[in-house]
């Protein structure tokens, strides 16, 4: 069974970078057809699509976040990561990380839990 789970700082300034990763466990992040996403949900405001990186490697980005979003993976540990800069209080949302197989109609059949980033001096 295939579970993810997120880490990374929960309290991030203003202008700073957020990190987070997403350890993946019981699949691995290279398997043929599966991709790997950030998504996140600001409070009182419904779910919003980062990002992705895909079996291969190859990233894409939300048009309204690519300037400052970044994807990257470690195959070594299974994780793959994201990073947002120049943060501003409006990035204060619940991060979630998922994947699924894109070769199917499944879409995002894998959730972490979540973690709580707030934005804050």
């Known amino acids: 069974q295939v579970q993810l789970r997120e880490s990374g700082p929960g309290l991030v300034k203003p202008s700073q970078t957020l990190s987070l990763t997403c350890t993946v466990s019981?699949?691995?992040?290279?398997?043929?057809?599966?991709?790997w996403s950030w998504i996140r949900q600001p409070p009182g405001k419904g779910l919003e699509w980062m990002g992705v990186?895909?079996?291969?490697?190859?990233?894409y980005y939300s048009p309204s976040l690519k300037i400052r979003t970044s994807i990257s993976r470690d195959t070594s540990k299974n994780q793959f990561s994201l990073e947002v800069t120049s943060v501003t209080p409006e990035d204060t949302a619940v991060y979630y990380c998922?994947?699924?197989?894109?070769?199917?109609?499944?879409?995002?059949?894998?959730w972490g839990q979540g973690t709580q980033v707030t934005v804050s001096s």
């Open positions: 998922a994947g699924g197989n894109y070769n199917s109609d499944s879409g995002w059949g894998y």
């Open positions: 990186i895909a079996d291969d490697g190859n990233t």
């Open positions: 019981g699949g691995s992040i290279t398997t043929k057809y599966y991709a």
